[in-house]
């Protein structure tokens, strides 16, 4: 079964026919022993128990959305795609209490009529909340940390089908679970922080390369949300559906140029002309995307930024020129969420995808390999070469992560082969 997020982007949502799943851009699959759709937390809990009762492994998956092998199992595949909604909000604390199923986007249409907005959202809004939060997903802002910092409360179903309530009274377990990819249970709802509605003034334009870089500070520190996606060659553009901003651009160059965005909070009435655009918050944050790409994205320390940008694109023109998808650069405020890649880090984000058919591995090795002396900590959702070693290298409460892991989950129904090379 398709459907179409509110900005054209087709989602499978694995309708429960098959064995086989796979995600949305086709790289992770598997074949699952058994499969379902719960539409209550009650049910949830009790496949949930009957599954760990078997020695069955299970996991949830969101969107699918993710490129990295999160959401597989072979035992029990559960989708909430029935368990959507919003259940409660709160306009004194502007906080939404939503199903773990429903996606960002569904969420914004009710928050749009109520006054509200998410705090920041990231470049598409097809992801199911539980599905996108719990990966450490992150919009851009200097400012603005991750979006599971909005993340106020949780349930998690525990292996044995009861509830573990998660809120501000049990401030360690919510910061161990803000970002922990279901492996401290599968989560039925959660509350968010929200901000009073707020439109957007979106502006978009050309830089050359080293323009950018001059400008860099400037516009992290003015603009709200400040990022770019750097295009080697013209062609690179299209691979992100990038629109033609030559009318809008302050270079003669169309090669090795930056694809510029700013956006700030306005007061004005919603307008669309070229380039400029003010609306509704959650209706300017996603862009378009079409499944024909392999991300990999890593969080690097900001005061690093620009080297590491300078690193990758050099590594790009010099030694990999058959790599034409552009790199996105991006700004996220450090948080205190365990498992977060920005955990106590103000930092840029460095992204660069293989071409789906392609031997992309030599170059996203490279990418990793500059990547990593910067000090960065890879997205858990994009494609990443991690070990278990590294993730206590990298992340200070990965010890005290993994312990809480397994007080909650001692047989590691929620964990598989990937998860538990990470976090076993
Ligand atoms: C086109 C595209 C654009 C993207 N843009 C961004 C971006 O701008 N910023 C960014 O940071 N990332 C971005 N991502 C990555 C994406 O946000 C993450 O991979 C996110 O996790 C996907 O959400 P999902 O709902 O598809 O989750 P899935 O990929 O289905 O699952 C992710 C993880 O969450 C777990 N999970 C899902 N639901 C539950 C539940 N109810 N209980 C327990 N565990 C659960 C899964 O088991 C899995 O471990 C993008 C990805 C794509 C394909």
Redesign the pocket.
Known sequence: MTHTSSHG?TVNDFGLDHAHWR???GNQSCVRAARAAPTSEDELCALIAEAAGKGMNV??????????P??LTSGLH?T?ANMKGVKHIDHDKRRVTAA??T?INELVKVLKAEGLSMIN????D???????L??????TGARLP??ADAIVGMKLVQPDGSILTVDESTPDLLLASRVS???L????EMTLQLRDSYNLRERIWREDFEAAMDMHDELAEKHRHFSFFWCPYEESRHCYCLPDTSATSKTGRTTDVCEMKVMDISDDQPFEAGFEKVAYSSDVYPIE?I?NFH?L?YAVPRQHGKDAMRAVRRLMLESFPEAIYPVEY?FTAGDKAWMSPFYQQDSV?VSVSGEPGKDYWDYLRAVDRILRDYGARP????MHFLTGEDVTEIYPRANEFRALRRKLDPQGIYLNDH?SQLFR
Do not use: C, P
């Not at 959202?121 to 598409?124: A, C, E, L, S, V």
């Not at 097809?126 to 996108?132: D, K, P």
């Not at 249970?185 to 039925?188: D, F, K, P, Y």
């Open positions: 982007m995600n949305w851009v996991r949830v998956a969101g969107s699918g959305h993710s490129f990295t999160v959401a559960l909430l773990a199923g996606t959202q990231g470049d598409i097809s992801q199911a909340l539980a599905g996108a719990t990966t450490g997903t992150h919009g991750v979006l990819l279901g492996v249970g599968a989560i039925s995307y499944a991300e994205e991006r984000t997205h858990w959702g994009k998860l």
